[in-house]
């Protein structure tokens, strides 16, 4: 018996995707909210009703801020250790290392990097940046949405854990995402449109309701299916289809398309195939966060214990009235020795093995969040101080965060800096008579992203300590054996060293212009060291013609006087 096949509707294929979205992510939402709850209580939103919600408390269970602290710390050191705005953190460069090494190439590289720098600058992507980073040190995983901005190239939509769901691709990178958005009626007319919107959102608009609020789903995925000959926003690589989450209807609000995802979410560390984060250092800590709070309420209850214990009153007090503050009177009557008021028990507590306990449980949290590697960056206020210093300083912790930042790299900045290329080639930046335009040398190689950032450049500096063992070996042993500097490449041991210190590449000067210079400079020599022995030979020259002038003089006096046989006189 056949069974006939389900149609549906583009709509209700996208709702009943952004619930499969949403069970994918559901096994990470209790945990999160846990964490949400002893450390960013505002952060993390699983419903439309947590939107600008003024909880005053919310705050309740965090009695020790250590944690809140940690977190804040960890997310401006990854602010400013691999995204500074106040120096460049990246740059271009090109697969060809002769390519690279072509001053037009290396100067239109550089000045291509400065321009995305301004850019960034002038858009909202630092604080985006930032509320990523806070996103993935809190719940694993932190995104943002890339959309055209006229005055600034680019603008970004920070996304809240809980109000959005991720994708993957075959190679396991974040393809898809599926947003929740509330919106007012009001906002919802004028940015799609009243003909746009279901037939509920007209007649609350109609009737003034303006300020009634409606969730609408945000769905970016691959374009499944598309015409490849046309070129209009619903035929582009990546759909973007937006739509009320209970519409009466089959109508989009809107469907467009990008040419590229323009999405970035990353991750702190996965494992094997999870869509989300499986360690971070919120979730790391957790238990250490949930202990620290009990602790601090153990020792506020021995405090409260030792200042205002319970009392044993005799029982004719009962409705009387007894004065406890401080300077209070009681009038007491003796009855025997055990008469009057007294403590119930003696309260003597021990704080100071609590107190040892919460300093270890505080210090495992800040480990946690890396707190002493970015403290150190932070409470250092030599202004010179260099990313091998830090390397020296804190290698082993620099080895541990070394897959995060890789990360970072793969999943963060560079979609974002490809997302961000994209968007200046459209808008024209390097059109011909732009002053950007590529040199000729480029048409048809790729571009690729080297960072530069303190922590980037601490990466690398580690390497740096083997490069000056060696060239130190070399030294010591060419005392011996002069040869030796024969093994020693100078030029390719400046642009390693060079590149592994993240210097500005301006500041190498190019193979091409080297050889040049060399090649001037041994022709200078070689005219020196011609003059130089061109030198006697002249000298001797004019001896011998000094010489011979003086033996002809000395030969026609010798012969003063006589006649020469054969020679008229």
């Known amino acids: 018996m056949a069974v006939?096949?389900?149609?549906?509707?583009?709509?209700?294929?996208?709702?009943?995707?952004?619930?499969?979205?949403?069970?994918?992510?559901?096994?990470?939402?209790?945990?999160?909210?846990?964490?949400?709850d002893f450390l960013l209580p505002r952060a993390a939103r699983f419903d439309e009703s947590q939107r600008n919600r003024n909880d005053t408390k919310a705050y309740n269970r965090?009695?020790?801020?250590?944690?809140?602290?940690?977190?804040?710390?960890?997310?401006?050191?990854l602010m400013g250790g691999m995204t500074?705005?106040?120096?460049?953190?990246?740059?271009?460069?090109?697969?060809?290392?002769?390519?690279?090494?072509?001053?037009?190439?290396?100067?239109?590289?550089?000045?291509?990097?400065?321009?995305?720098?301004?850019?960034?600058?002038?858009?909202?992507?630092?604080?985006?940046?930032?509320?990523?980073?806070e996103q993935q040190s809190a719940f694993g995983v932190g995104a943002s949405i890339i959309v055209d901005n006229f005055q600034n190239v680019l603008h970004h939509y920070p996304q809240v854990f809980g109000r959005y769901a991720i994708g993957l691709d075959q190679w396991g990178n974040a393809d898809t995402i599926y947003r929740e958005i509330t919106k007012t009626v009001a906002q919802l007319v004028d940015e799609f449109g009243r003909e746009a919107c279901s037939n509920t959102v007209q007649n609350l608009y109609d009737r003034g309701k303006y300020d009634a609020e409606v969730k609408v789903v945000h769905a970016i995925e691959p374009r499944r299916s598309r015409d490849y000959g046309k070129r209009d926003t619903r035929n582009m690589p990546w759909s973007s289809?937006?739509?009320?989450?209970?519409r009466d209807g089959d109508k989009f609000l809107r469907e467009s398309g990008f040419k590229e995802f323009p999405a970035i979410a990353a991750r702190w560390i996965v494992d094997g195939e999870d869509t989300y984060?499986?360690?971070?250092?919120?979730?790391?800590?957790?238990?250490?966060?949930?202990?620290?709070?009990?602790?601090?309420?153990?020792?506020?209850?021995?405090?409260?214990?030792?200042?205002?214990?319970?009392?044993q009153v005799p029982t004719a007090y009962r409705n009387?009235?007894?004065?406890?503050?401080?300077?209070?009177?009681?009038?007491?009557?003796?009855?025997?020795?055990?008469?009057?008021?007294?403590?119930a028990y003696d309260v003597k507590l021990n704080l100071q093995h609590l107190l040892l306990d919460i300093q270890d449980v505080r210090g495992r949290i800040e480990r946690a969040f890396y707190v002493d590697l970015f403290r150190m960056l932070a409470n250092d206020d030599r202004s010179g101080i260099t990313a091998r210093e830090i390397a020296e300083k804190h290698e082993e912790k620099l080895l541990m965060l070394g897959p995060v930042i890789e990360r970072q790299h793969n999943e963060l900045l560079k979609p974002k800096i490809d997302i961000t290329f994209a968007k200046m080639v459209r808008a024209g930046l390097f059109a011909p008579g732009s002053g950007m335009e590529p040199p000729q040398e480029m048409q048809g190689n790729e571009l690729e992203v080297e960072f530069?950032?303190?922590?980037?450049?601490?990466?690398?500096?580690?390497?740096?300590?083997?490069?000056?063992?060696?060239?130190?070996?070399?030294?010591?042993?060419?005392?011996?054996?002069?040869?030796?500097?024969?093994?020693l490449d100078g030029d390719q041991l400046v642009d390693a060293y060079a590149d592994m210190l993240g210097v500005d590449p301006s500041l190498i000067v190019a193979d091409d212009q080297v050889a040049l210079i060399r090649q001037s400079r041994a022709q200078q020599q070689q005219a020196a060291q011609m003059a130089a022995a061109a030198a006697p030979m002249k000298d001797m020259a004019q001896a011998a013609q000094a010489a011979s002038q003086v033996d002809s003089e000395n030969l026609t006096n010798l012969f003063s006087g006589y006649a020469i046989p054969g020679i008229a006189q």
């Open 4 to 36: 006939a096949a389900t149609t549906q509707t583009p709509q209700q294929r996208i709702l009943a995707r952004r619930t499969a979205l949403w069970n994918d992510r559901s096994p990470w939402d209790t945990h999160c909210q846990d964490i949400a």
């Open 62 to 77: 965090i009695i020790d801020e250590t944690a809140t602290l940690a977190h804040g710390t960890l997310s401006a050191g």
């Open 84 to 133: 500074s705005p106040a120096r460049p953190w990246f740059r271009l460069a090109t697969p060809d290392p002769d390519l690279m090494e072509f001053a037009p190439v290396k100067q239109w590289l550089h000045k291509v990097s400065n321009l995305m720098l301004a850019i960034f600058a002038a858009s909202n992507t630092y604080r985006a940046l930032h509320a990523i980073y």
């Open 241 to 246: 289809c937006y739509l009320e989450a209970g």
């Open 277 to 311: 984060a499986s360690r971070w250092p919120a979730a790391v800590a957790l238990g250490s966060i949930k202990q620290l709070q009990q602790e601090q309420l153990q020792k506020s209850n021995a405090i409260d214990y030792q200042v205002d214990p319970p009392l």
């Open 320 to 343: 009387q009235d007894v004065d406890r503050l401080p300077g209070g009177l009681m009038f007491v009557d003796q009855t025997g020795t055990g008469g009057g008021i007294r403590s």
């Open 452 to 487: 530069v950032s303190t922590l980037a450049q601490a990466q690398r500096a580690v390497g740096v300590q083997s490069i000056d063992r060696l060239v130190g070996t070399i030294a010591s042993v060419s005392q011996i054996k002069p040869e030796v500097l024969d093994k």
